[in-house]
């Protein structure tokens, strides 16, 4: 079992984000097949707020570092998914994303690239948001999913992923742009590529049938086997259940895979064991939140950067 060896595509640090103000965002609702049209009420805010809570005390167990935000802007109904607006890499490279809806662009927030600065080496930071005024988005990890090892971004196409953009990302960022079309059995077009597909260091889980034209499909799938990965296919079930949202992180005894439980329970038991293969699976349960058309994946904005302090806390 290799999950002890530390991986450029687990980050051992993240941020999360708890909601105050936790409600189906309806700016998203037209183009996110995933969220549950629902009235938001005081109980749902305080569940929110108590799953998210329960989740970071969970990562934080297997040593995860987790930086948590309080998300109390009550215009920023979506601020619990921070994995839009940012992103870093190795290098110390960090990138700002242009957003499709207006009350999403309130999200963005110097209080956090001032701690990635301080905590951690920053070299640039490079920010794409002023092209929302030219109605260009591209929804950082949501729109894409990176590929730190391989150099891959792939990308389903869609209004919130801008494929002038992608190519503007890659060529300052050096990866590989890989575009594909992806919608589900009724013809609803995927939204973001998160939740069609996770890459962990030795596996990629993807919901391959969902690629809508077969060359592409064919495309996408020998590339991450050209990787090295053992490629686990999700049905449509399964992608509705996030298990396409998750995120291999960095803990303090190994790798894991953070997901959710909905998303653990739809898991078949030989997917389960190739990935318990070279990582410890860890399900939190986040009902409430799932709610809003987004699982754990898109909670969690990982840290690719080295940290400016030594393990004994010195800063160096």
């Known amino acids: 079992m290799s999950n002890h060896l530390s991986s ?14 936790f409600v189906v965002n309806a700016e998203t609702a037209l183009d996110n097949a995933f969220q549950i049209k629902f009235i938001s009420d005081e109980s749902l805010v305080q569940r929110a707020y108590e799953e998210h809570s329960v989740a970071v005390k ?14 109390d802007n009550p215009e920023t109904p979506d601020s619990v998914f921070p994995n839009n607006w940012f992103s870093t890499h190795p290098g110390g490279h960090v990138a700002i994303y242009p957003m499709k809806a207006n009350n999403r662009r309130k999200e963005r927030r110097i209080d956090v690239i001032e701690m990635l600065k301080e905590q951690y080496r920053v070299q640039d ?19 894409m999913v990176i590929d730190h090892i391989d150099r891959v971004a792939y990308a389903v196409e869609s209004d919130r992923t801008n494929p002038l953009i992608l190519e503007r990302f890659c060529t300052h960022f050096n990866f590989d742009p890989m575009v594909f079309s992806a919608a589900d059995s009724q013809g609803v077009r995927i939204y973001h590529t998160n939740v ?14 969902m690629i809508v034209d077969k060359e592409q499909r064919e495309a996408v799938v020998s590339r991450l086997k050209e990787s090295g990965r053992h490629v686990i296919s999700l049905n449509e079930h399964q992608i509705a259940s996030f298990a396409g949202n998750a995120i291999e992180l960095q803990g303090r005894e190994g790798r894991l895979l953070a ?24 399900p939190l349960s986040i009902p409430t939140i799932e709610k809003a058309g987004g699982s754990v994946r898109c909670t969690i904005a990982g840290i690719h950067l080295s940290s400016r302090y030594s393990s004994a806390g010195y800063k160096s």
């Open 125 to 143: 930071v490079i920010d794409y948001s002023g092209l929302e005024s030219d109605g260009l988005y591209l929804e950082g990890t949501g729109a």
């Open 58 to 71: 969970e990562l934080e167990h297997h040593g995860v570092r987790v930086h948590v935000f309080e998300g």
């Open 8 to 21: 450029v595509q687990a980050p051992s640090a993240i941020v999360m984000v708890r909601p105050h103000h």
């Open 259 to 282: 997901l959710s439980k909905t998303a653990f329970d739809s898991l078949h038991p030989d997917q389960i064991s190739i990935i318990q293969e070279s990582t410890r699976l860890v």
């Open 196 to 209: 069609l597909m996770c890459i962990a260091t030795d596996y990629a889980l993807i919901g391959e049938d």
